[in-house]
């Protein structure tokens, strides 16, 4: 018997799956122009020699969290590929791009060392926005399906805008990635990817649909999301996270202190699976229960309260 078709984001959707939490994480992130095809697992099956391979997959086993991924724009001659390090933190986050002429001075490039902020004199560095959207369609038919319009869209108006390689969450797609911040969203619409870019470029966070901070660790992510939307906090330099203490096997106590470091918001949170079961890509054979984040427990005090 055939297996049923689906659409893993539509399951998603249709479960009202809630999105907060899942957000990839990822300090440093390697974004390389490949304006080829991508196969299911985008750099083993590329065509970059062994060589470059194995120096980009030395740079991952090396450095802590971090991410390498395929970007292209539109199919176009070029003397040129573009290479972005993204130092993607919570505060003073950046962006370094370099361009290269050949695939084989990947190795020349000191990765670790741009992202510990030390810059050649020809590379500039900005903390201008930079926009991916998942557009891997073999990896998953979502991504294809819902990313490519929404990046097609999107790169309609803006130079910013790419499209990547698998960014984690295929049953999130479209997924819309803000660097150098890092904030993942889920199910992104035109009309909402609109929204999302105009509160980010003015230093706002939209909880609609919002995964988390790749700099921030899943139950963080979460936590993030309880406080802002208790407290009604969108800046988006507004919180500065203290501390994170696993209380029980599931549950997390995270600390935030406001952007004014008068105030200290204190979330408990725990992990749930959920009570729905889906296919969480569109190559799952089995349906799961996903896991979900609930608050338990909230609170504010006075940072001279606390002294």
């Known amino acids: 018997m055939s297996q049923q078709f689906f ?72 003397s040129e590929r573009s290479v972005f390090v993204v130092r993607c933190r919570e505060r003073n986050p950046s962006v370094a791009h370099l361009k290269i002429s050949d695939y084989e001075q990947l190795p020349d490039i000191d990765v670790a060392s741009i992202a510990a902020g030390e810059l050649p004199a020809s590379v500039s560095s900005s903390d201008a926005p930079l926009y991916l959207v998942c557009t ?14 929404l990046y097609k869209s999107l790169r309609a108006e803006s130079a910013s805008v790419w499209q990547s390689s698998h960014v984690g969450g295929d049953r999130f797609a479209a997924n819309l990635v803000c660097f150098p911040h890092g904030l993942f969203y ?55 996270q203290l501390g994170c203490e696993r209380v029980h096997e599931k549950t997390w106590r995270a600390r935030f202190m406001t952007g004014d470091g008068e105030r200290i918001h204190e979330a408990m949170i725990r992990s749930v699976m959920s009570d729905f079961q889906s296919y969480t890509t569109c190559h799952s054979t089995q349906e799961k229960n996903v896991v979900q984040y609930v608050l338990d427990d909230y609170r504010v005090s006075n940072v001279h309260q606390e002294a």
């Not at 990896?139 to 319009?149: I, L, N, S």
């Not at 609609?208 to 992510?221: H, I, L, N």
């Open 7 to 78: 659409y893993c984001s539509a399951l998603s959707r249709e479960a009202a799956e809630k999105t907060f939490g899942t957000a990839s994480v990822g300090q440093v992130w390697l974004l390389i122009e490949y304006p080829y095809g991508w196969g299911f697992e985008a750099l083993p099956d590329s065509g970059l020699s062994p060589a470059v391979k194995s120096y980009l997959n030395k740079f991952l086993k090396t450095t802590p969290r971090s991410r390498v991924l395929f970007i292209k724009q539109e199919r176009k001659e070029s």
């Open 136 to 149: 891997h369609g073999r990896r998953d038919k979502c991504c294809a399906k819902f990313g490519y319009p």
């Open 186 to 240: 889920a199910h992104v619409t035109e009309e909402m990817s609109r929204k999302v870019i105009r509160e980010y470029e003015a230093r706002r966070v939209l909880l609609d649909k919002y995964r988390g901070r790749a700099c921030y660790s899943y139950p963080v992510q979460a936590a993030e999301y309880f406080v802002r939307k208790e407290a009604g906090i969108t800046g988006l330099d507004e919180l500065r």
